[in-house]
């Protein structure tokens, strides 16, 4: 199985600042017939919610998503960058890898107010 | 627009069984891959299984293979994961989620159900 890493596991940002968020996969996750997409996803969830698509294919954003969110990396590292952090920004971040079955999820990580 | 509606979780005991649904509204139900994910306080979230537009492919987590059954009826564009011999660890939130025409990225998630398994 691929195993999706995230770091840190919580994160405590001044609003206006810019948080960033890690994943590592402990394999690549490249898309094999062009190597130069990564099977990569992120997701925000709030208290109560259910997980809500932030970013596709490690760096498309998902119609509607603010363009503070933004991804980058290729192959097996990451990041989820929120450019200026807004209040209803505080959530639990995820990763996911899409490249292999079983898909799989990171930890986590808790974005929170300074 | 696109809904996604849980239904069938509940308190059962170990060894027992539940079937839960997702019934589908806004969608093209046969031109998508659905799955289910389950989310714990302690394993956060977790893929359980996948089906294709046909019915065809069918993938599970290690998990849950031999105890838990996908499946889905077009016709009435709904989603169902039958739950046998079902233990303590398969506590968790259950959601349905849409797979996207490009991948297994889930764009589309119902509010989840709650499976207990306590005695």
């Known amino acids: 199985d691929i195993v999706m890493t995230q770091s840190p596991d919580s994160l405590t940002v001044s609003l206006g600042e810019r948080a960033t968020i890690n994943c590592k996969s402990s394999q690549s996750v490249l898309y094999s017939p062009n190597n130069k997409y990564s099977s990569l996803a992120w997701y925000q969830q709030k208290p109560g919610q259910p997980p809500k698509l932030l970013i596709y294919w490690a760096s498309t954003r998902e119609s509607g998503v603010p363009d503070r969110f933004s991804g980058s990396g290729s192959g097996t590292d990451f990041t989820l960058t929120i450019s200026s952090l807004q209040a209803e920004d505080v959530a639990v971040y995820y990763c996911q890898q899409y490249s292999r079955i079983p898909i799989t999820f990171g930890q986590g990580t808790r974005v929170e107010i300074k | 627009q696109v809904q996604l509606v849980e239904s069938g979780g509940g308190l059962v005991k170990p060894g027992g069984s539940l079937r839960l649904s997702c019934a589908a509204s806004g969608i093209a139900f046969t031109d998508y891959y659905m799955n289910w994910i389950r989310q714990t306080p302690g394993k956060g979230l977790e893929w359980v299984s996948y089906i294709s537009g046909s019915g065809e492919t069918i993938y599970y987590a290690d998990s849950v293979k031999g105890r838990f059954t996908i499946s889905r009826d077009n016709a009435k564009k709904s989603l169902y994961l039958q739950m046998n011999s079902l233990r303590a660890e398969d506590t968790a939130v259950y959601y349905c989620?849409?797979?996207?025409?490009?991948?297994?990225?889930?764009?589309?998630w119902g509010q989840g159900t709650l499976v207990t398994v306590s005695s």
């Open positions: 989620a849409r797979g996207s025409s490009g991948g297994s990225w889930y764009g589309y």
